[in-house]
Structure formats: structure tokens, C-alpha cells
């Protein structure tokens, strides 16, 4: 498959939504990577101190590694 792009800017557009979005996929992980684990004990504990967490999500993601 080859592209020809007559354009400079709107191949400069392409390749910079191409990073923006592999960058932000990476610093999603990272953030992942970051966050506290809580055991299954310490969430009823929390629960129980500060009642159950909403229910309105707006993502969840799950690292795999």
C-alpha cells in the first residue's frame, strides 16, 4: 500500500495524532502501573468507613502484564 501525501501540513497533522495517541495509551499504563492496590479486605474496610463508591464509571481499564 503506499500513500502519497501532496500535502506537508496534513501529513504533519497525521503523524502528530499518530503520536499524541501512542503517547497516550503509554501514559495510561504508566498511571496504571502507579495506582495503589487495594486488597479485597482493606475495600470492605473503606467501604464500611465511607460507604460503597459510586457506581458511575466513566472507564476502567485493567493492566495486563
Same mark, same amino acid.
Given at each position: 500500500?503506499?500513500?502519497?501525501?501532496?500535502?506537508?501540513? #496534513? *501529513? !504533519?497533522?497525521?503523524?502528530?495524532?499518530? =503520536?499524541? +495517541?501512542?503517547?497516550? @495509551? &503509554?501514559?495510561? #499504563? *504508566? !498511571?496504571?502501573?502507579?495506582?495503589?492496590? =487495594?486488597? +479485597?479486605?482493606?475495600? @470492605? &474496610?473503606?467501604? #464500611?468507613?465511607?460507604?460503597?463508591?459510586?457506581?458511575? =464509571?466513566?472507564?476502567?481499564?485493567?493492566? &495486563?502484564?
Amino acid at each position: 500500500m503506499k500513500l502519497e501525501f501532496n500535502n506537508e501540513a #496534513k *501529513l !504533519r497533522q497525521i503523524v502528530k495524532e499518530a =503520536v499524541r +495517541d501512542a503517547l497516550e @495509551e &503509554e501514559f495510561l #499504563k *504508566l !498511571r496504571l502501573l502507579f495506582a495503589p492496590y =487495594v486488597s +479485597d479486605e482493606e475495600q @470492605e &474496610e473503606i467501604e #464500611k468507613s465511607y460507604g460503597e463508591p459510586s457506581k458511575e =464509571v466513566a472507564r476502567t481499564l485493567i493492566l &495486563e502484564e
